[in-house]
């Protein structure tokens, strides 16, 4: 079936250190992959995504890059702010649900300290 | 302007009462979900409602009875309400389906909080 595994937390990291949250899922064909971020009391907001294989999705200085080889789609930083303090969640959309399915992962939350 | 909007935000209640979250999104999307989110944040699909017509029911207990009165809205009524349906409940809408790009984004409402004590 259809799953996303990521890592578990909590993270916790210093502002300005390198962030790398990993994400791997199994799927039929070609899903589309999402990271969503949840911030404290807030729904989730989408933060980037890619439709197909070598896609490269970025937003916010966060990047992930879908690789159909490794089936991951690992977020990263370069430089975390404590305003990044969030809950994480990787998500795929599998082709074979007619797209009305989206699953996600359990999330990882993120401390960032000053 | 709210592009997914849920009411009420938060809600306290007695087991054994029967309860409505209403939702409703000004995106002009033609599909809404409903995901349950756990204590751990673990999210869940429940429903997912396309054109007002059921696609999806993850073998959510029959309590739980949505109603889609119009492509806007998707309401969530829960019938003898138990501990174990404490969590947030949280509305959202995409139009299309996947292969359309502009189908893949999932926007969410703000979430509400139900406690059952």
């Known amino acids: 079936g259809n799953s996303v595994t990521q890592m578990e937390g909590p993270v916790t990291l210093s502002e300005e250190a390198f962030l790398t949250i990993n994400c791997t899922y199994t799927a039929t064909g070609y899903p589309s992959l999402f990271w969503y971020v949840q911030?404290?009391?807030?729904?989730?907001?989408?933060?980037?995504?890619?439709?197909?294989?070598?896609?490269?999705?970025?937003?916010?200085?966060?990047?992930?890059?879908?690789?159909?080889?490794?089936?991951?789609?690992?977020?990263?930083?370069?430089?975390?702010?404590?305003?990044?303090?969030?809950?994480?969640?990787?998500?795929?959309?599998?082709?074979?649900?007619?797209?009305?399915?989206?699953?996600?992962?359990?999330?990882?939350?993120?401390?960032?300290k000053a | 302007d709210t592009a997914v909007s849920q009411t009420p935000k938060y809600l306290v209640t007695q087991m054994g009462n029967d309860k409505s979250i209403k939702c409703e999104q000004n995106l002009g999307h033609d599909t809404m979900y409903w995901y349950k989110q756990d204590s751990k944040k673990f999210l869940k699909i429940m429903f997912s409602y396309n054109n007002k017509e059921l696609i999806i029911n993850e073998t959510v207990p029959n309590r739980f009875s949505p109603k889609s009165p119009d492509k806007a809205h998707l309401n969530l009524h829960i019938n003898s309400l138990e501990l174990g349906d404490s969590a947030v409940y949280f509305c959202a809408s995409s139009q299309g389906a996947a292969g359309k790009s502009s189908g893949n984004t999932i926007y969410f409402g703000e979430g509400s909080w139900l406690t059952v004590v």
């Open chain 1, 39 to 112: 911030y404290p009391g807030e729904g989730l907001q989408l933060l980037l995504k890619a439709t197909k294989a070598d896609d490269k999705g970025s937003n916010k200085g966060f990047e992930a890059t879908y690789r159909k080889e490794t089936t991951s789609f690992h977020l990263e930083k370069g430089s975390v702010q404590v305003s990044d303090s969030a809950v994480y969640f990787c998500a795929l959309r599998p082709i074979n649900t007619g797209g009305f399915k989206t699953i996600f992962g359990a999330g990882t939350r993120l401390f960032v």
